[in-house]
T-cell receptor
């Protein structure tokens, strides 16, 4: 049973517009959520995180929103750039335990 | 330069052979992890270790073994018992960020192909 789900396998966005990547989870005990970015044949790199006591965290062009009642979080990238084209993974953990990853969403930013 | 080094980057193995993937970190992180990535399945946890000489099974540990004799090293052995070993293997180590989140730092990965 998948506890962290990314239902959109791919997303295509024009350069300069907003990219919105979504993630749903089932375990209400998760208290930290993280987003990672991955290029082909490389390891994922950490982007941004949010604690369950917050509903928003912002870092430059990246903002993560958390809706605990809906068990949903989203990553907003504004403005999107061609270098943002990658696979994005959502991950969650309970009590700083091991991270559970979603299946990823491939973002393509076109000119 | 601090980081995680995985070797080899590419590895070919015949069926029935064991193979060991190396993972070394110089970040002074206590916890280390092995994940496997398959197309459409995201990252799945194989084994993790939170301290030297101790490790726990993840979600898909069958057919794999690990050791943690040194803080810096966490090698993964893919045994002949692993039914579908062809995959991209990722090693990671972690620290607790100021926000409290357990942030993983990943290596560049090792791609294993069984012929």
């Amino acid at each position: 049973d998948q506890q962290v789900k990314q239902n959109s396998p791919s997303l295509s966005v024009q350069e300069g517009r907003i990219s919105i990547l979504n993630c749903d989870y089932t375990n209400s005990m998760f208290d930290y959520f993280l987003w990672y970015k991955k290029y082909p044949a490389e390891g994922p790199t950490f982007l941004i995180s949010i604690s369950s006591i917050k509903d928003k965290n912002e870092d430059g062009r990246f903002t993560v929103f958390l809706n605990k009642s809906a068990k949903h979080l989203s990553l907003h990238i504004v403005p999107s750039q061609p270098g943002d084209s990658a696979v994005y993974f959502c991950a969650a953990s309970e009590n700083t335990d091991k991270l559970i990853f979603g299946t990823g969403t491939r973002l393509q930013v076109f000119p | 330069d601090g980081g995680i080094t995985q070797s080899p980057k590419y590895l070919f193995r015949k069926e029935g052979q064991n193979v060991t993937l190396s993972c070394e970190q110089n970040l002074n992180h206590d916890a280390m992890y092995w994940y496997r990535q398959d197309p459409g399945q995201g990252l799945r946890l194989i084994y993790y270790s939170q301290i030297v000489n101790d490790f726990q099974k993840g979600d898909i540990a069958e057919g794999y073994s690990v050791s943690r004799e040194k803080k810096e090293s966490f090698p993964l052995t893919v045994t002949s018992a692993q039914k579908n070993p062809t995959a991209f293997y990722l090693c990671a180590s972690s620290y607790d960020s100021p926000s409290g989140a357990n942030v993983l730092t990943f290596g560049a990965g090792s791609r294993l192909t069984v012929l």
